[in-house]
């Protein structure tokens, strides 16, 4: 695909469901007893590909004409043996998650998923899953394809986390809900917290106390969980395409409807603030037990800034994009504690360090940081990698809009694994994206 140079992006739009409280709404919904509705959920690849996975687990799953998606669920422990492999796709939420569910229940499952899931790390998840009596095997050490063979007698375990990873949190709390007696998760940074949240509305045994800048999570096993009506707010990491892509390129006002601005998730936002963006929050509110708000959006002329490490959990999967921006302001951005980006859909530390460069950024990538040089209006005219990721893509179709040359992506496919409507979106507002073939 190719993002060519825009001008004046205007509209009223609202993206897509969150992805993470999509995967966690279906999951969540397949453990209780009875139907939960989902009004919102995201229809991206990620998300079906674990909506595929509740059924096949023994969950009655339907949309209905409305959009509406009904589970009927099993019951904590009421999963059955699935008849084939559970196929991820490209998701690591939906893998790791539902290792996590598996891992108390006494079945067995091969988790699968693409070329890139397969290269990502999962020991993160299984070590602590093995320690409540999970079995794991596989021919590629701890990564998918994976064997799994859950506990007959799960035991609770007191673990604190040695990433900071939402993922791994969530896997040991879904877990937790077939364990006998109390499993506790300790976080040294807060993650994003819509586990706990949506556990708690469904009336899980869960107690967070706040410890330091962190967490402490708390889940009593084999409290049944009641299903819920699910409100999912627009996502803010889909949000972030159009939000740089309105304040870098000229003439553009923007509204992002009802988008989810819980705490742990807000960092990018707060950071394109200091940067000197033009967003207004109008409308705050609470919806389905999360904060939401409309996000008026202006160009601006955006300054460098220094983006502290214990914002990263806050922002993690924005960070492509927020490369972008900075590579559109005046000044250097420098950016601490990356070293999770390297194990994300691609290493996305390198991934954009590799974009920037070839459209004619000066970048300097460290293992864990990043500093960009930023240009005000960069040249463009880089043809970019995206290794099977959706944000390397839609990042460098931002950047595209506002550079001087197109910036042209090589392969723009996944973009349906979180945002399947973005092109139609983004040319909705008036960006100027196509395939390379077609007219400028
Ligand atoms: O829990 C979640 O829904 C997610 C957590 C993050 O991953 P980590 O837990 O690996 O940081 C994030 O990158 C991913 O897109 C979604
Ligand atoms: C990291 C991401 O997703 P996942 O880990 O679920 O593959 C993402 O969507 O940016």
Redesign the pocket.
């Known amino acids: 695909m190719v993002a060519r140079a825009s001008r004046g992006l205007s509209g009223r739009v609202r993206v897509p469901g969150d ?2 409280i999509s ?1 966690r709404a279906l999951m969540i919904g397949a453990l209780a007893v009875g139907e939960t509705r989902i009004a919102g959920l995201l229809e991206g690849e990620d998300v079906l590909a674990t909506a595929h996975a509740m059924a096949a687990l023994g969950a009655h799953i339907e949309r209905t004409a409305d959009g509406i998606w009904h589970v009927d669920g099993v019951g904590v422990g009421g999963f059955s043996q699935p008849a084939g492999p559970l196929d991820f796709g490209n998701s ?2 939906g893998a790791r998650l539902c290792l996590g569910l598996v891992a108390t229940t006494p079945i067995a499952a091969t988790f699968t998923g693409d070329a890139s899931l397969q290269t990502r790390p999962m020991a993160r998840v299984t070590a602590p899953l093995e320690q409540m009596g999970a079995r794991f095997s596989g021919t590629n050490g701890d990564r998918l394809p994976l064997l799994v063979t859950g506990a007959r007698a799960a035991v609770p375990i007191a673990y604190e986390l040695p990433v ?5 949190k ?1 896997a040991i709390l879904l877990a937790a809900l077939n364990t006998p007696g109390r499993t506790t998760v300790v976080e040294p940074v807060a ?2 917290d819509h586990t706990e949240r949506m556990l708690k509305a469904f009336g899980a045994a869960l107690e967070v106390a706040e410890e330091g800048g962190g967490r402490r999570i708390a889940v009593t096993g084999f409290a049944e969980l009641k299903p819920q009506p699910v409100t999912v707010p627009a996502d803010p990491s889909s949000a972030a395409f159009p939000l740089v892509a309105a304040l870098i390129t000229e003439g553009s006002e923007i509204v992002l409807e009802n988008v989810l601005l819980n705490p742990t998730r807000r960092g990018l936002v707060d950071t394109l603030i200091e940067m000197g963006g033009d967003i207004e929050i109008a409308n705050e509110r609470q919806s389905g037990g999360e904060p939401v708000g409309d996000l008026v959006v202006r160009s601006s002329r955006l300054r460098g800034v220094r983006v502290p490490a214990e914002r990263a959990p806050s922002m ?2 924005e960070y492509p994009v927020l490369a972008v921006a900075a590579a559109c302001a005046e000044g250097r951005t420098e950016m601490a504690g990356l070293a ?1 980006l390297r194990v ?1 859909e691609s290493d996305r530390l390198a991934a954009v360090a590799a974009g920037l460069r070839a459209n004619g950024v000066t970048v300097e990538a460290g293992e864990d940081s990043l500093v960009v040089e930023g240009m005000g209006t960069p040249p463009g005219g880089g043809v970019v990698e995206t290794h099977m990721d959706h944000r390397i893509a839609m990042a460098f179709l931002v950047l595209g809009l506002a550079a001087r040359a197109p910036v042209t992506v090589d392969d723009g496919t996944m973009i349906a694994t979180s945002f399947p409507a973005f092109t139609d979106l983004m040319t909705g507002l008036g960006a100027r994206l196509g395939e390379p073939r077609d007219a400028a």
Do not use: L, P
Not at 164 to 168: D, I, K, L, R, T
């Open positions: 992805k993470s995967h690591g939420t900071a990873s939402a993922q791994v969530s993650t994003r993690i999967d999770e994300k």
